[in-house]
């Protein structure tokens, strides 16, 4: 496997079940993300972690829990979510480069979730 | 706090013309700014990215966007669309000097390629 992977990449689950979707990434980075990309709208940061390390909370519902075991590995667990969450979910990993350059993000195809 | 505004949420052009996707941004110091893509079903794609360096710069596919301080304008550009350019564009922005930037997305631009 290459670059950014995530699993699963389409997901339908009720108002009342608890899922989670996985993020992968085989690029050697230290720092990952969850987006959230809704129709007509932009793409809203949810989550960073560095180096394991959660750096960013943008306002998030405590119904989406993210977790970083290592650097490479990046879930969002998902409980009681509304119909309104119904979107993509992407995953972005990045090199810290502290100091240096702005570093790229590099994306994951995404999941489609589905909540009815 | 920065912001991008992309004009235009969806763009037609005949193959072979030139593109064009306007983006303008707003942030309190020097920007960063990236063109990603999307193509159907996938997710963003790096195109390419200004740090403060040439303000001319190119990506892949054929794509270049020019950095514009007196206009605040970051369009992209290429010279002959092809069919497979037919994709979704987000103009990205982002206030950071290194660590974990904090990108800001505009609303994306759909480009539709007529054969």
């Known amino acids: 496997e290459t670059g950014v992977t995530q699993t699963p990449r389409h997901l339908v689950m009720g108002m009342t079940n608890k899922k989670s979707l996985k993020c992968e990434q085989h690029l050697g980075h230290n720092a990952m993300y969850w987006y959230k990309q809704s129709a007509k709208k932009p793409l809203e940061l949810m989550f960073v972690?560095?180096?394991?390390?959660?750096?960013e909370n943008n306002s998030v519902p405590s119904r989406f829990s993210p977790e970083c075991p290592n650097s490479s590995h990046l879930f969002l667990h998902l409980h009681t979510l509304q119909p309104e969450d119904s979107a993509l979910y992407l995953c972005?990993?990045?090199?810290?480069?502290?100091?240096?350059?702005?570093?790229?993000?590099?994306f994951g195809p995404g999941t489609r979730l589905t909540v009815l | 706090a920065q912001s991008v505004t992309q004009l235009g949420s969806h763009v037609s052009v005949s193959e072979g013309a030139l593109v064009l996707l306007r983006c303008n941004y707003s942030?309190?110091?020097?920007?960063?700014l990236f063109w990603y893509v999307q193509y159907p079903n996938q997710g963003l794609q790096l195109l390419l990215k200004y740090t403060s360096a040439a303000t001319l710069v190119k990506g892949i596919n054929g794509f270049e966007a020019e950095f514009k301080k007196s206009e605040t304008s970051f369009h992209l550009t290429k010279p002959s669309a092809h069919m497979s350019d037919a994709a979704e564009y987000f103009c990205?922005?982002?206030?950071?000097?290194?660590?974990?930037?904090?990108?800001?997305f505009g609303t994306g631009t759909r480009l539709t390629i007529i054969p």
């Open positions: 972005a990993s990045s090199q810290d480069g502290s100091g240096g350059p702005v570093d790229t993000q590099y």
């Open positions: 990205a922005v982002s206030d950071s000097f290194g660590g974990n930037e904090k990108l800001t």
């Open positions: 972690y560095n180096f394991k390390e959660q750096t």
């Open positions: 942030s309190s110091v020097p920007p960063y």
